[in-house]
């Protein structure tokens, strides 16, 4: 099992930055990849970004590419998203999910399907 807390929510005005931190217990957390995923009042729960298990490749949506950092640190057991210049779509409930390391392609990490445990979510909010 591998328990992941997200923090770093809150309300900001658009063009404003947070930093979403989620931290994972339990298992090795370098044993898996990580992603972030997002989910607006009556929307499905789309991709945001994933990294893989080293870190060394990273992956984002096409809506958040150039405004959104995704990084770990596993000595921390923790993954990070930095999001700047924030847009009030960007508003939603945030998750950090984990999905085994095997998954190294940007193709797998999209899915959230490929993902075995996930967080409670943050609000992100976004005013205009």
């Known amino acids: 099992q591998v328990q992941l807390v997200e923090s770093g929510g809150g309300l900001v005005q658009a063009g404003d930055s947070l930093r979403l931190s989620c931290a994972a217990s339990g298992r090795t957390f370098s044993n898996y990849a990580m992603g972030w995923f997002r989910q607006a009042p009556g929307k499905e729960r789309e991709f945001v970004a994933a990294?893989?298990?080293?870190?060394?490749?990273?992956y984002y949506a096409d809506s958040v590419k150039g405004r959104f950092t995704i990084s770990r640190d596993n000595a921390k057991n923790t993954v990070y998203l930095q999001m700047n210049g924030l847009k009030p779509e960007d508003t939603a409930v945030y998750y950090c999910a984990a999905a085994p390391r095997t998954y190294a392609s940007g193709t797998y990490l999209g899915r959230p399907n490929k993902y075995d445990y996930w967080g409670q979510g943050t609000q992100v909010t976004v005013s205009s």
């Open positions: 990294i893989t298990w080293s870190g060394s490749n990273s």
